[in-house]
């Protein structure tokens, strides 16, 4: 009788196995491992398959709209493959941030970020505060262009460098309405780290990078290059609004210009004032940077890949911290970057290969470089980044500038100063000879907002003067006039990946 009931213990146990694995591979969905490519690439890339991702992980938990499909392998071009490989691709993004952030680290939305992953007909995708007309998170779109109809949400670069702009806005929410060019150029390339960091989170994808790149992680390569789908569905109409390859490559050659100098648009090879454009100078100093700090660590293995991803996002983080948000942004992240590297666990590891890549590319003069680490203030310390400061707490300034200009039914306009107390006398080089001088917070407000009026991103309703208002009815509108009690004053609407660039959209 004993033997008997070992027995059947046993085939309960055995039954219970086989019940338990069945229901692992059940929770198995198939999901990209990074962009799905140009889809007239050959071989097509080929999905992977990964465990069904949690989408309320703390600190930053998101929620995807509607009723999840049950998990499992889905096929290619389903709306159930697409569920789950943005799923997939968003929780990569918020697990990594996540674990590097400080606890009360919290979305600027509430507690859980909404993501819709088809809010209509448009090659766009967006992140709002909500409002305007927006319900708050992300927004994916889909259109159709030479008969093939591109989801953006289907793209985890894409994705990623969405839910990036809503890390950035709750790590530093001052920068959400700071009025001067780096500012929002900052918010994209951010954007794109995180969809780079995000990428090297896959197992399968870093041993494919290393492969492609021979450790050189600065060269072009499926990790470099960003968004290839939709780079390539804007370039069925407009082949010199977006790269040969890909939306945007990290890999690139720009070097600093005093934005306010730059046209506010130009071909994917120039660069201008436009935020997207712009930042893809800092981007590739910051491919530059993890691409030595991968050599640092000896020969390159998909664990020490992943090492790098994460010290470079904690340097980074801690760059964010400190750096007061004033006109010549970009240097003072990559001044502060540079503080942070001294304190512990990194000690001055990566002093000189985050001073060669920021100062070959500009963003950090001759004179800033070199000044650097001979005293100052100190750094937060690591338990602190991502936490608010009382400074960034109470909010920016906000300065009057003349209204006129943009044909708006007032004699002045008020915008949020780029205008924080400086702490690193640090600048981007010239090209002429040494350090630019520093731009004042009036002349970069100014500046930027010529710039918005010029590509008609301004939501100007009846605002807007009968015979000289400039209305812009096709455009994308990423900021809009609103009347407070102080007057006119410029808010920002959403923070777009800039595919719609290329396109008019059917209304205004």
Request: hydrophobic share 40%; net charge neutral; charged share 20%.
């Amino acid at each position: 009788m004993a033997r008997e009931k070992k027995s059947r213990a046993r085939k309960l146990s055995r039954k219970t196995v086989a019940r338990r694995a069945a229901a692992t591979a059940e929770a198995r969905v198939a999901c990209w491992e990074d962009d799905p490519g140009d889809p007239k690439s050959q071989p097509p890339l080929a999905p992977i398959a990964v465990d069904a991702p949690s989408q309320s992980a703390p600190p930053l938990p998101f929620k995807i709209s509607g009723k999840a499909p049950a998990p499992s392998g889905y096929a290619l071009g389903t709306p159930e493959f697409r569920y789950y490989a943005a799923a997939a691709a968003l929780a990569r993004t918020a697990s990594f941030w996540g674990s590097l952030v400080s606890s009360g680290t919290h979305w600027q939305v509430g507690k859980v970020l909404p993501v819709e992953l088809d809010s209509g007909v448009d090659l766009n995708a967006f992140y709002t505060r909500g409002g305007f007309g927006d319900a708050p998170g992300l927004h994916f779109f889909h259109d159709s262009v030479g008969g093939r109809t591109y989801f953006s949400a289907d793209s985890p670069d894409v994705a990623c460098h969405e839910m990036g702009h809503a890390v950035l806005d709750a790590v530093q929410p001052e920068l959400f309405d700071a009025q001067t060019i780096e500012a929002p150029a900052f918010h994209e390339s951010f954007g794109d780290m995180s969809a780079i960091l995000s990428a090297l989170q896959v197992p399968s994808f870093r041993q494919e990078v290393l492969t492609l790149t021979g450790g050189a992680l600065n060269r072009a390569s499926r990790l470099s290059r960003l968004a290839e789908q939709l780079g390539a569905a804007i370039r069925v109409g407009h082949p010199d609004a977006v790269d040969t390859d890909c939306l945007r490559n990290a890999c690139n050659s720009f070097f600093y210009r005093d934005p306010q100098t730059l046209p506010p648009s130009a071909p994917a090879s120039q660069l201008s004032s436009e935020p997207h454009s712009f930042s893809r100078l800092f981007t590739g100093g910051f491919l530059d940077a993890l691409a030595g700090i991968v050599k640092l660590q000896g020969s390159p293995t998909p664990d020490t890949l992943q090492q790098a991803s994460i010290d470079i996002a904690r340097l980074l983080l801690g760059g964010i911290a400190t750096a007061p948000v004033v006109p010549d942004y970009f240097s003072q992240i990559a001044a502060n970057m540079l503080q942070f590297g001294e304190t512990a666990p990194f000690n001055g590891k990566y002093r000189d290969v985050l001073k060669s890549a920021f100062v070959r590319r500009g963003v950090l003069s001759l004179a800033s470089a070199t000044t650097l680490g001979l005293g100052g203030p100190q750094p937060l310390p690591v338990a602190a980044v991502g936490a608010r400061s009382p400074q960034r707490a109470s909010g920016a300034p906000m300065i009057a500038i003349p209204a006129a200009q943009y044909g708006l039914k007032s004699s002045h306009l008020m915008v949020q100063a780029a205008a924080a107390p400086r702490q690193l006398a640090v600048s981007g080089a010239s090209l002429q000879l040494g350090p630019l001088e520093s731009r004042g917070s009036q002349s970069a407000a100014e500046s930027y907002t010529e710039d918005l009026f010029q590509r008609g991103h301004v939501q100007v309703d009846s605002h807007a003067h009968k015979e000289t208002g400039l209305l812009h009815p096709y455009a994308f509108k990423t900021h809009a006039i609103v009347e407070e009690a102080r007057g006119l004053v410029l808010r920002r609407i959403t923070f777009d990946c800039g595919l719609h660039q290329a396109f008019d959209r059917s209304s205004g």
